[in-house]
């Protein structure tokens, strides 16, 4: 839901405020690797109905701990 551009298979783009990106996954942890053109953009991840981080992205290119030490599948 919102503004997302799939044009290149390698990659996904999101921007302006209240993009929704739902998945899902088996795994213990969840990653994410995200490059921003600012410091003032944040992410409110929601895991297996959980408490609700936000998660503050820094300018340029980093990797973002989604989701770790959860139990397997």
Known sequence: MGRVDRSDPE????GYPGVTWR??????SL????????S?????VLV???ALR???????DSEV????GLAPG
Do not use: N
Not at 31 to 38: E, F, L, P, S
Not at 40 to 44: M, R, V
């Open 11 to 14: 990659r996904v783009r999101m």
């Open 23 to 28: 998945l899902r996954f088996e795994g213990v």
């Open 31 to 38: 990653a994410m690797r995200v490059g921003c053109d600012t």
């Open 40 to 44: 003032h953009s944040h992410l409110a």
């Open 48 to 50: 297996d109905g959980g």
């Open 54 to 60: 936000v998660v503050r992205l820094e300018r340029g």
């Open 65 to 68: 701990i989604l989701a770790e």
